[in-house]
């Protein structure tokens, strides 16, 4: 029930708090769904990027990440107590350490794309019959300076190498 306020309520405010309910949304589906993988969707998201451009830095990874915290050393922490991801000195600069898949966090990844890709179906169906191209095209023009542009470039580039390579 929308309320009635005095003086008009800015669309662009409101079109903000709809763009952050439907982010939390799905951020609600997501940990919905990887809970029973025993993981968080943002441990499933930081799996999937290694499993996808690993072995890489921790820095990589963040820079791979849409993540409020800005380092993922915490979460990767997690990671590897809990046998899924190992970090390891780098062949070409031992100084660099990297971040791989285990065998056990292999396994996980194609659980957590499968289920991923549940999630966004159900997405999908909400969206049926609605104009999604013209926001998503919307969004990237008016984003196009912002600096998650290169970070949505790159996750999307490793999506189309890990689907050529699948394909």
Not at 136 to 154: N, T
Request: proline share 4%.
């Amino acid at each position: 029930m929308l309320c009635m306020y005095a003086a008009p309520v800015d669309r662009l405010y409101e079109l903000a708090l709809w763009v952050k309910a439907a982010q939390r949304e799905l951020e609600r589906l997501m940990n919905q769904a990887m809970q029973p993988l025993g993981l968080t969707a943002a441990q499933a998201d930081a799996l999937a990027v290694i499993g996808q451009a690993g072995p890489l830095a921790l820095k990589d990874l963040g820079d791979l990440l849409i993540a409020e915290a800005g380092h993922p050393s915490r979460l990767v922490d997690r990671l590897v107590e809990a046998g899924l991801v190992e970090r390891r000195p780098s062949e070409e600069d031992r100084r660099r350490v990297e971040l791989s898949l285990t065998a056990r966090g292999r396994r996980l990844e194609k659980r957590i794309l499968a289920t991923r890709e549940e999630v966004m179906a159900l997405f999908r169906q909400m969206l049926a019959g609605h104009d999604f191209d013209s926001t998503l095209e919307l969004l990237r023009d008016v984003f196009k300076e912002s600096p998650y542009v290169d970070l949505i470039a790159r996750r999307l580039a490793l999506l189309e190498r890990g689907a050529g390579a699948r394909g």
